[in-house]
């Protein structure tokens, strides 16, 4: 089986989204920026606007808008922190 990332995607008021990830790509104010298990530890600055998209085993994503906030990938996984986080509809992508 594949590597997985542990993926958390956390606004202020609540935990958006939690689970196991092959990939999370998100734009920082340093450029685009995705991230696969193993990555060296880094803290990124979300860019405004931004998206953080969740690739999960077996080619699904999960995909949303987010406005502020962080990003830090650690030997635990991946945390993103965000001011909002809002689902992307699929009709969108």
Do not use: C, N
Request: hydrophobic share 45%.
């Amino acid at each position: 089986m594949a590597q997985q990332l542990h993926v958390e995607l956390v606004a202020v008021e609540e935990k958006v989204w939690s689970g196991e990830a092959e990939m999370v790509v998100a734009r920082t104010t340093e450029g685009e920026l995705g991230v696969l298990p193993g990555h060296a530890p880094l803290l990124g600055q979300l860019a405004e606007p931004g998206q953080v998209r969740i690739k999960l085993a077996g080619g699904e994503q999960v995909a949303y808008d987010v406005a502020g906030g962080f990003l830090s990938v650690s030997a635990e996984g991946v945390t993103v922190l965000a001011e909002s986080a809002t689902p992307v509809s699929a009709q969108s992508r």
